[in-house]
């Protein structure tokens, strides 16, 4: 069973579309985030909802929405995709976006390519 | 200013070394919870330890083992006997009690066991 699992793993699309990345938690977790990876390895957080609400909402275009029908799930959805959001999607999920300090479990991730 | 410093880029071993890999952060918060996540070459990030600052019992698991030494704000991790299984990008983290469960990830180090 995985705890936190996203699909697709990969994706290679054209600039200009518009895709979407899903996904699904079972840990029972009330919050759950969206990470980048740079071709750097370097970690930014995108996104964080807490019980279905929106609690992070760092410097992203707006083209990129995420959605979250309930606690178990937290997709992304991005407009007209462009060669810079080529990356690795992380989503993730922890219990409680309380006082801190609560393990972030990290999905498999999705490889983004925008050719 | 950057809250986690992972100073080695890239760190290369061979078989059966120890090497240890450095992380210091920076934080006004009393409360506060570090993190080790490794991320092998297939892409998963995988978490491997949730430290808290009231608790700076050294902590072994394994071969992994990890130094906590608030007076110099550093949370250090060690891999005895190096394998080649071991060879991944390993990112520490920073959460602090004041700002929910945002976390600051450093930049990651690179190992590379040589068989």
């Known amino acids: 069973d995985t705890a936190v699992s996203q699909t697709p793993k990969y994706l290679v699309t054209q600039m200009g579309n518009d895709k979407s990345i899903k996904c699904e938690q079972n840990?029972?977790?009330?919050?759950m985030y969206w990470y980048k990876q740079d071709s750097k390895k370097f970690l930014k957080i995108m996104f964080s909802?807490?019980?279905?609400?929106?609690?992070i909402n760092e410097t992203v275009p707006n083209r990129f929405s995420p959605k979250s029908p309930d606690k178990a799930h937290l997709n992304l959805h991005i407009n007209s995709l462009e060669l810079g959001d080529s990356a690795v999607y992380f989503c993730?999920?922890?219990?409680?976006?309380?006082?801190?300090?609560?393990?972030?479990?990290f999905g498999e991730g999705s490889w983004l390519t925008v050719v | 200013a950057q809250k986690v410093t992972q100073a080695q880029t890239e760190i290369s071993v061979v078989e059966k070394e120890d090497v240890t890999l450095d992380c210091v952060y920076e934080t006004r918060d009393t409360t506060y919870y570090l993190f080790w996540y490794k991320q092998p070459p297939s892409g998963e990030l995988v978490f491997l330890i949730r430290r808290n600052s009231f608790d700076e019992q050294n902590e072994i698991s394994g071969r992994y083992s990890w130094n906590f030494q608030k007076s110099t704000s550093s949370f250090n991790f060690t891999i005895t006997a190096s394998q080649v299984v071991d060879s991944a990008v390993y990112f520490c983290?920073?959460?602090?009690?004041?700002?929910?469960?945002?976390?600051?990830f450093g930049t990651g180090t690179s190992l590379t066991v040589i068989p």
């Open positions: 993730a999920s922890s219990q409680d976006g309380g006082p801190g300090g609560n393990t972030i479990y």
């Open positions: 840990l029972g977790h009330d919050t």
């Open positions: 983290a920073l959460s602090e009690a004041m700002l929910g469960n945002q976390f600051y």
């Open positions: 909802y807490n019980n279905k609400e929106l609690i």
